[in-house]
C-alpha cells in the first residue's frame, strides 16, 4: 500500500501547460507575442517554485512514472497532430526532440557518472556520416542504418577510452575537447568525405515508405513530410527517456551515482569503476549516433562545419541549463537552446548577443539549472512494492 | 554605435508598421537569407543593407503595384542553419521569392529545400559552381559568376605578366578549396607552375609556420583562395617573414575590409571578381550614393551590388507577374539582358548568369583600382618581383 | 633543409608558444585558486587587444601617437582594464555560483564570452571586420641567411616570459601571494586564518585577466591584426596547455604552452596538407592524457577518501 496517495492530476496538468505552451512557442512568429509569452513563462515558472506547484508535479511524476512517460508522449503527439501543415514548426519540433535525444546521453555520462563530454556533437556527426556513407554506398535498409550508425559512434567513441579511464575532471575535459576539434577538423580536410562541402543523404524509407513525401489527406489538407520525421525524433526522445529513466532507477544508475560522488569510495565498495564508466560512455554516445542518423536523413545534407566545437557547448549547455542529471529539465532546455536562437531572428545580427544574456541571467538566479535533479526517495519507492 | 541603435530601431519600427499598415497596396514578402553573425558577417551585413536599399527604392515608387516587405534571416554561414531558415522561408506562403547566400556551402544544402518547396531565389554571393550546375532545379538562379570564370581568366592574365611559379594557400572550406582547384588546373594546364598547396583551416591565427614553407619554395606568387578576414592575417604575416612575392587573391579579397584591415600593406595586391565595376555601370553610381544616403551602420561590400541587383530582379519579376512564385519563377528563368548594377543579366538554363565579364583589380593607395587604369598597368609602379 | 629555416621555424614556435603560455598561465591560476574553468578567457584576451586599439584612437585624436610612449600606454591601459573585467567577472558571475555545480560556472563564463565577442562584434566601430594593429614597434629586422630575425618577436618572447616570471614572482614572494597559495591549498583554513577569500578571488582573476590582455596586445603587435573571433581557439589551446602542463603549476603551463605550439609547427611541417596539423597536434594531446593522467608536471595528488 502506497504511504503518499499522490494523485497525478499534477502531470497531466503540467503536460498539457507544457504543450500549449509549445505550441504557442513555435507556431507565434511576431515579436510582441513572443515577448508575452517569454514573460508569462517566467511568471508561470516563477509562481511553481515560489508556491510549490513545481515539487507537486515532480512529485507526482516520481510517483507515476508510467503515467507521466505516457501523458508527455500523448501531450506531444497531440502537439505534432495540431502543427501538421507547418513545415517549419515540425522541423524545429524534431530538431529539439534530437536535441533531447543526445542531451540525455549525455546525461548519462554527465549527470549520472561524472563523465563530462564536450564532444556531443562530434558523435552526432559520426552518426550522421555513417548514415551518408552507408545510404549511398549500400542497401541497407534505413532502420538498420540508424542502428549501425548509433554502434559506429559507441564503436569510435571507445578510441578515447583509455585516457577517460586514467583522467579525471578537467583532465577528462580536455580528452574530449581535443576530439571534438579533432573531428570536425578531419572531415574538413578529408576529400574521401566529402571534404568542406559535405554528403547529401536520401530521405528516410521505412518498409517502402519514404517519409520525405507529404501526406495528403484529401479536403483536409496535407500534412508536412516534416511531421513524420517528427513522430520519427519523438519516438528515438521517448525511447531514450525511457531508458534512462530505468538506468537511474535500477543498480546500475546506483553505481553510476556512486562513482560520480565519490570514485574513490565507490571502487572501495567493490563497484567497477572502469566497467561502469565504458558503459555510461559508450551507451551516451550511441545515443548520439542514433540522433545523428535520423538528422542526416532528415536534413538531406551534412557538412562538417555543422558540427562545431561550439555546438558540443551547446549540448552541454542544454544538461546544465535543464539541471545536470535530470532527464525531465533537458526537454525545456533544449527547447530554449535550440528554437529560441530562432524565435530572435527578428533582431537578426543581434540575436546571440541576447541570447548569451539570457543564459546567464538564467543561470545567475537559478545556479541549478532549470529542474535540479532530486535526491533519490527511497522510501517513496519501498512504499510501493 | 549610436547607428545601430538607430538602425536596430528603425528595423523595428518599420516590422512593427508593416504588421499593422492599412495601406490599400497589397504587401508583398521577399526573403535575404546571409550570414548576419560571425566571422563574415560584414558580407552577410552589406548584402542585407542593399536588398533592404532595393525594397525601399521600390516602396518610394509611387507606381509600384505593391507594398514589399524584407524578411531578413541570418545563416549564420552554416548548413544545418541554413536549412532550418531556408525551410522556414519556402514554407512560409506570404514569401514570393529570396535573395539568398553568401556561404556556398549553405548555398549547397539549401537548393534542395527551395526545389522541394518551390520557391524561387537568387543567389547573391556564393561561387560554387555546382549551386547551379550540379542540378535542374528551375528555382535557384545566381547573379554572380562562378570561380570557374574567375580563375581562368586570373591564371590567363598572371601568366601574360610574366609571372611563373605559384604557391597556392586556401582555406579548407568549400569555397577554398574549389578556387585551388579551378586555379590549379588553369594554370598548370596553360604552362604555369604550382610549387606547393597549402590548405589552412579558416578561423587559423598563426600561418607562419606554412609561410616559412612558402617562404622555402621561393613562388613568384602567392595566390590566395579564401575571403578577407583570412586574407588580411596571411598577407601582414608575409611581409613579417620578408616574402616579396605578389599576392594574388580572389573574389573573396574584394571588400573594403581587406584593405582596412591591412593598411599600407594591402598596396600592390591583385583580385578577380565577376561582373563591372560597380561605379562604371548605368545605375552603380546611384547605387553607391542611395546607399550613403540611407545611412546603414555597414558599408555594402564587395557583393552588397549583386544582393541588390537580385533584389531588383525579383521585384520586376513580380511587378510584371503577380507575387506568385510559380509565375515569379518562369519569369526569372526567362531573364534575358535585363539591366542592372552589375551589369545586363542573362540566366542560362541552369538559373546562372552567363554574363562572363571579369573584372581585374589591384589595391593601388587603399582603393581597389580597375587593372587596365592603374599605375601599374601603365608602368608607372610596379608589382614586387617583377 | 637550410640551417636558417630551421631557425626560422624554431623562432616562429617560440613566439607562439610564449603567446599560448601567457594564456595558459590563466587557467592555472583560476583553477588554483577557484577550482573553475573559465572559458570566457580567449575572449578576455581579445577584449584586451581592442582595448588597447581603442586607446590608441584615442591618443592619436588627442596627438599623442608617439610610437613606444603609445605601445606602453595602450598596453598598460589594456591591463588595467581587463583586470578590472576580471575582478568584476569573478564578484558578479563567477563568486556567487560556488555552491552550483562546477560546471556552470563553465557554462557562463563561456555565455559571457559569446556576450564579450558579439558586443565588440556590433558595437566597436566595424568591428565585425578584421582591424589593423597599429605598428607601434621599430620595423627592424636582421636577414641572417634565411631567418628573418625581427626586433618585436624578440622583443614579444622577452615581455612575455618576463611577465610570467614576474607573476610567479608575486606569487612565491609578495605577501597577497602567500595569501593566493594558501587559499588554492585548503580555501577553510585559509579563512580561517583571517585571509579575506573574496579579495584573494578578485586578484587572481585580476591578475589572470591582465596576463591575458598583455597576450592580446603582443597578439595583436606581433601580427598587426585584430579580429572578434581570434579569441575563440586561442582560449581553447591556452586550456589545453595548462592542462597538459599539469593545472595549478605555472611551469606546466609555459611547458604545456610550448609544447603545443611544437607540435602545431612540426604538423604544419610535416604534413602536406597543413590543416592537419590541428587533427595532429590535438591527437597528441589525447595520447598525451592517457600517458599522463594528470599532466606532465602536476603534483601527485594522494586520493582523499
Known sequence: MPITNRSYWPVVASAVFAAVFVLLFLYLEEQWEIAVLAVGLVAALYSAVRFGFLGRIEAAASDHPRTTIVVNFVAALAVIVLLRGEHFALLMLATVFLYVTVCLGLTIQFGYTGIVNFAGIAFFGIGAYTTAVLTAHTGVPHLLVIIIAGLVAGLIGSVLILPLLRTRGHYAALVTIAFGILFRTFLEVSDVLGGPQGLKVPGMQILGWSLNDNISLGPLGSVSFYASYAVVALLLAAGAYILVKRLERSWIGLNLDAIRTDETAAASFGIDVPRWKIFAFTVGNCLAGFAGAVYAMMSGFIAPASFNFGDSLLLVSIVLLGGSGNPLGVLPAALLVVVLPEKLQIIQEYRFLLFAVLVILILRFRPEGLLPRKMREYFAAWSRS | MKRHYVTLITLLFMLGVAGCASDDKETVKVAFIGPLTGGVSANGLGGRNSAELAIRLQNADSSSKYKYELVALDDECKPNIGVQVATKVAADKHIVAGVTHYCSAVAMGTVDVYHKFGLPVVVWGAVLPDITYGNDYAEVHRVNGTMINQNEVAADFMLQQGYKTWAVVHDTTDYGKGHNRYFSKFVIDKGGRIVGTFGVSADQQDFNAELTKVKELDPDVIYFGGLAPTGVRLRSQMEKLGINAVFQGTSGIVSDAFIDGLGPLAEGVLAFREGAPVEKLPGGESFLSQYQQQDFGEPPEAYGAFAFAAANLIIDAIEKVGPDRKLVMQELNATRDHDSVVGPVTFDEHGQNTVALITRYVIQDGKWVVWEESEYASGKRKLPGS | ?305
Open chain 3, 1 to 305: 633543409m637550410d640551417l636558417g629555416f630551421i631557425a626560422q621555424y624554431l623562432l616562429n614556435g617560440i613566439v607562439l608558444g610564449v603567446i599560448y603560455a601567457m594564456v595558459a598561465v590563466g587557467f592555472t591560476l583560476f583553477f588554483g585558486v577557484l577550482d573553475v574553468i573559465k572559458f570566457s578567457h580567449g575572449d578576455v584576451v581579445m577584449a584586451g587587444a581592442f582595448t588597447a586599439l581603442a586607446t590608441y584612437a584615442g591618443l592619436e585624436l588627442l596627438g599623442l601617437g608617439y610610437p613606444t610612449f603609445a605601445a606602453v600606454f595602450i598596453t598598460l591601459a589594456g591591463i588595467a582594464a581587463m583586470a578590472l573585467l576580471g575582478a568584476l567577472l569573478a564578484k558578479f558571475l563567477i563568486l556567487p555560483l560556488r555552491n552550483a555545480p562546477p560546471l556552470n560556472t563553465l557554462l557562463i563564463t563561456l555565455m559571457f564570452g559569446l556576450a564579450l565577442r558579439e558586443s565588440v562584434r556590433l558595437f566597436y566601430p566595424n568591428g565585425s571586420n578584421p582591424k589593423p594593429f597599429p605598428q607601434l614597434l621599430p620595423d627592424l629586422s636582421l636577414s641572417l641567411g634565411n631567418l628573418e630575425l625581427r626586433f618585436d618577436s624578440v622583443l614579444l618572447i622577452i615581455v612575455g616570459l618576463g611577465a610570467i616570471i614576474g607573476v610567479h614572482m608575486l606569487i612565491e614572494r609578495s605577501r597577497i601571494g602567500l595569501a593566493i597559495r594558501a587559499v588554492a591549498q585548503d580555501p577553510e583554513t585559509a579563512r580561517l586564518m583571517g585571509i579575506n577569500f573574496e579579495r584573494v578571488v578578485l586578484a587572481t582573476f585580476g591578475l589572470g585577466s591582465a596576463l591575458a590582455a598583455l597576450a592580446g596586445v603582443t597578439n595583436g603587435l606581433y601580427y598587426s591584426e585584430v579580429n572578434f573571433g581570434m579569441g575563440l581557439l586561442l582560449g581553447v589551446i591556452g586550456f589545453s596547455a595548462a592542462v597538459v602542463g599539469g593545472l595549478g603549476s605555472l611551469y606546466g603551463a609555459i611547458i604545456g604552452g610550448f609544447l603545443f605550439a611544437a607540435l602545431q609547427t612540426i604538423g604544419a611541417v610535416w604534413f602536406s596538407v597543413p590543416a592537419y596539423k590541428d587533427v595532429f597536434a590535438f591527437a597528441c594531446i589525447i595520447a598525451l592524457m592517457a600517458w599522463k593522467p594528470t599532466g606532465l608536471l602536476a603534483a601527485k595528488s594522494a586520493e582523499r577518501v
